[in-house]
């Protein structure tokens, strides 16, 4: 899996994982929250702190990879 352009991700709620200079954390696009509170940063992350992305504003995605395939259960 390469890097890819932030312009390119997808939009529609997948799980992805996105990258800066800052570091790396897996997201997914939310325009709108459920209580219809609109961020600024439209990047939702899924790490235990919801919100650490809305606190630093250099926490800017600038590029974006799928999350890789799980591995396979041997039981």
């Known amino acids: 899996m390469m890097w890819q352009p932030i312009e390119t991700a997808p939009n529609d709620g997948t ?7 800052e570091g790396s954390w897996v997201a997914r696009y939310t325009p709108v929250y ?5 961020p600024d940063n439209k990047w939702q992350s899924m790490m235990l702190n919801h919100d650490h992305m809305k606190r630093h504003p250099k926490l800017k995605p600038t590029h974006w990879m799928p999350l890789p395939t799980p591995p396979e259960s041997k039981g």
């Open 15 to 21: 799980y992805i994982l996105l990258g800066s200079n």
């Open 34 to 38: 459920q209580s219809g509170f609109v």
